[in-house]
């Protein structure tokens, strides 16, 4: 008897999966205590466990990007592409639009705000492949770097899980929305039980870990986008409040559930995006920023396998670990959630149409705002417009995504959209990192039902309390650390999906052989 008809014998409806939801609690609320009671000491704690995991296994995150990307191309283009994640000749639950916006504003976040307009800045300041710093080829491969992280190789790493976990819900009608369930194929043996706690647990701590990473990114911009309108200075209380303020709209959203709430938000952040996006492509130089964009789509075709391969092993310029490895680390500790999440949004749609619609529409989304607002940036680095790189260095990240901003038409009417939409970008994150901690942590929890609305709340203020010891340790590393150290041990579980996948459809009855 399997798992599965075990737990539907013992229980009729849905109810709290303790042996996964009380460890996971724990240990966030640990984390949580930690950071806040001693934030130095973690500060410190995590820039060294963050910089030994990136030295010691960094090779190993840029062959499971490869390998990623390589099953995501032979699910879609294979034999078993044509397979539909539900019912023979079922209709998608959502629409396409709603569809690619709840994907693209949580898969993504406040993280393409914060990094749109000043990563090519970064690296222009500490280029890539021994280039010189402030030069011509430093500014090109600046731009075409920032597009390649958040271009096809992070979407790939959410399609991995979705697949199987949309398979397990809607083919093989698992009652759970669970990476255990989805991972059955895989660990078909008497000591199942035993793992699937443990695989559970594992995939909470490191969905915490990135949604960390995003909240400690996210609120200080928001605090200084809200300083720039009112004149308020930034700072740790004003970063509270927005936090308070948050959770509030999050906790909102969460309670009142999936379609209600998220699919809400993600509606109304896709169209402000895309008018974000169109209005600094016409009131910046448009010409220079469809050409760079342009040469920058070249760079990365051209030199697509040296850039995922680069480790840079004998300068150790430190660029790899800083932003590639970080980056791939970052969205592994995502992957699992928004495996969860898409999955569950995905009913009725084909393995093909999930893996093309999910990398196509991810990677059109984040592309565009990288390329059009990373260009609008160098454009005023260059003409001697705005110190940009000056701002950075002395001012911070967020001082100077807030200057930038500043220099576009109606300034204060675009401060307050952007501040809007990294509200609401945020927010829908959160929304699904709430949504999916509830739905892990629930038994008997059919693809159609959503989770008890006190377990989403409690998580999404679990959330909030990590994000407070976030924002007290303060610090890039610290909030890199985040996702670094709990990616790592979400690599294997991420291979176990994969096969547990690969398995289910050798023996699906339906795939002609």
């Not at 709603?98 to 090519?120: D, H, K, N, R």
């Not at 911070?396 to 307050?416: D, H, K, N, Q």
Request: proline fraction near 5%; glycine fraction near 10%.
């Amino acid at each position: 008897m399997s798992e599965i008809e075990r737990s539907l014998r013992a229980e009729d409806g849905p109810s709290i999966e303790l042996r996964v939801f009380l460890p996971s609690l724990i240990i966030v609320l640990i984390a949580g205590v930690y950071l806040v009671l001693a934030p130095d000491h973690a500060a410190a704690g995590a820039s060294v466990w963050k910089t030994w995991v990136t030295v010691n296994f960094g090779w190993l995150f840029l062959l499971v990007a490869a390998a990623t990307l390589g099953f995501c191309g032979w699910l879609a283009l294979g034999r078993y592409g044509r397979v539909t994640l539900g019912d023979p000749g079922e209709r998608p639950e959502f629409r396409e639009l709603s569809w690619a916006g709840m994907m693209f504003t949580a898969g993504i976040g406040i993280g393409l705000v914060t990094w749109a307009f000043v990563e090519p800045v970064y690296y222009l300041m500490t280029p890539p492949m021994g280039i010189e710093a402030g030069t011509a080829a430093a500014m090109e491969w600046g731009h075409a770097y920032a597009q390649f992280h958040w271009g096809v190789v992070p979407w790939a790493f959410y399609v991995l899980p979705t697949v199987p976990i949309a398979y397990s819900l809607y083919v093989r009608k698992t009652p759970f929305l669970r990476i255990s369930a989805a991972s059955e194929g895989a660990l078909s043996t008497p000591k199942r039980r035993q793992w699937s706690p443990l695989i559970d647990t594992l995939v909470i701590i490191g969905i915490i870990g990135g949604a960390g990473t995003s909240i400690g990114l996210g609120v200080p911009l928001v605090a200084e986008f809200f300083g720039a309108l009112t004149g308020v200075e930034s700072g740790m209380t004003l970063n509270l409040a927005v936090l308070a303020v948050w959770t509030l709209i999050f906790g909102t959203s969460v309670y009142r559930g999936l379609k209600a709430g998220i699919r809400r938000l993600a509606d109304i952040n896709i169209f402000l995006a895309v008018f974000v996006v169109v209005f600094v492509l016409l009131a910046g130089p448009t010409v220079f920023i469809l050409s760079l964009s342009v040469n920058s789509v070249g760079l990365m075709l051209n030199n697509f396998l040296h850039m995922s391969f680069w480790l840079d092993p004998v300068d150790k310029s430190g660029f790899p670990e800083d932003w590639t490895i970080f980056y791939w680390a970052w969205w592994i500790a995502y992957a699992p959630l928004m495996g969860l999440f898409f999955g569950r949004i995905s009913r009725g749609r084909t393995i093909r149409q999930v893996v093309f619609g999910v990398i196509g529409w991810g990677s059109l989304g984040t592309l565009s705002f990288m390329a059009v607002c990373g260009a609008y940036t160098l454009h005023l680095e260059l003409e001697g417009l705005l110190p940009v790189t000056q701002i950075l260095q002395d001012q911070g990240r967020e001082a100077a995504v807030v200057a930038i901003i500043e220099t576009l038409p109606f300034s204060t009417i675009a401060i307050l959209v952007f501040t809007v939409l990294s509200f609401i970008f945020l927010a829908t994150t959160l929304d699904s990192v709430a949504y999916v901690l509830a739905s892990i942590t629930t038994r008997n929890l059919r693809g159609d039902v959503e989770p008890a609305r006190m377990n989403r709340l409690c998580w999404a203020f679990a959330l909030a309390f990590i994000a407070v010891g976030l924002l007290l340790a303060g610090g890039l590393d610290t909030v890199q650390a985040s996702s670094v150290v709990t990616a790592l041990p979400l690599i294997p579980v991420l291979g176990i999906l994969a096969l547990s996948l690969v398995r289910w459809l050798r023996t699906n009855d339906s795939i002609d052989t």
